[in-house]
């Protein structure tokens, strides 16, 4: 069972934990990271989950997501994710990330990476992830459009695209 730090609107850590599947209490919520990385061509590495995961079966994703456990920090939690679903080693030691979003039960931090690793280089399948390839905004745009892609806001996809190789708002 995955148990969760709860924290308060704030981001302040409650000293609470809930176990994922739980209902959240009024007032709580929970820590979410996403790792992007991308390619010098621009493309992002995107992941086709396998067709027995609970939620989005077998559609793609962004490059790696997941809830950070008990007592992980968003790097943490972001390094762990990485490794977990294509088996990469990520060190994100003093990097923020790159963009939150917040939801209705927590807070989603984005890092966005540039780093050209070779595919054939993963360790694939895992038990999460049945593959990965790079993919243009386009074609991430038209897969969602398709139905194969999970229906992330595309206006976040040009986003997270458009902010790639710089933090902040300006260009």
């Known amino acids: 069972m995955e148990t969760w730090d709860v924290y ?3 981001r302040n850590l409650t000293g609470k934990q ?4 739980d209902t959240f ?3 709580a919520y929970h820590l979410v990271i996403h790792v992007c990385i991308f390619n010098q061509l621009g493309q992002m590495l995107i992941q086709q989950r396998q067709p027995d995961k609970e939620d989005w079966k077998d559609m793609w994703d962004l490059t790696v997501g997941g809830s950070a456990i008990a007592s992980e920090t968003s790097q943490q939690a972001a390094e762990r994710e990485v490794k977990e679903e294509i088996g990469y080693i ?3 030691r003093n990097r923020r990330p790159s963009l939150t979003v917040n939801f209705e ?9 540039e780093n050209d690793l070779k595919t054939s280089n993963l360790s694939l399948p895992t038990e999460e992830v049945k593959q990965v390839k790079w ?3 386009e074609d991430i745009v038209d897969m969602i459009s398709e139905g194969l892609f999970i229906p992330y806001h595309k206006s976040l ?4 695209f458009d902010m790639r190789n710089t933090m902040g708002s300006h260009g």
Do not use: C, Q, T
């Open 8 to 10: 308060d609107r704030d």
């Open 18 to 21: 809930m176990n994922r599947g």
């Open 25 to 27: 209490d009024p007032g």
């Open 90 to 92: 990520l060190n994100l």
């Open 105 to 113: 039960n927590g807070f989603d931090d984005y890092y966005l990476i």
């Open 135 to 137: 993919a243009s905004k």
């Open 157 to 160: 996809i040009e986003v997270l």
